[in-house]
């Protein structure tokens, strides 16, 4: 269940980027670069091979959004939060 939760956040926040005030390219790379990394580590969780370094990497995406863009905050504060409950 977790894992399916996860993959329809991820498949929110891509609609979110689809349809957000424009992002830097910088930005935008970044945050489909933590999409990739995520759907890495799904693959992993099913493997039973966590990666730690996520959760850091999504924290570093709230800081980094949370003042210009808090709707993707919301989305990827959801992601840590599934992330959580899979013990990652």
């Known amino acids: 269940m977790p894992v399916q939760q996860l993959q329809q956040q991820l498949q929110d926040l891509r609609n979110q980027l689809a349809e957000a005030p424009p992002l830097s390219d910088e930005d935008k790379a970044a945050l489909v ?3 990739s990394e995520i759907e890495v580590q799904l693959a992993r969780e099913i493997a039973s091979e966590p990666d ?37």
């Open 33 to 35: 670069e933590l999409m």
């Open 52 to 88: 730690a370094g996520l959760v850091e990497g999504v924290n570093l995406a709230v800081e980094r959004f949370e003042a210009s863009h808090p709707t993707l905050t919301v989305s990827l504060r959801s992601i840590l939060q599934t992330l959580a409950n899979m013990g990652i």
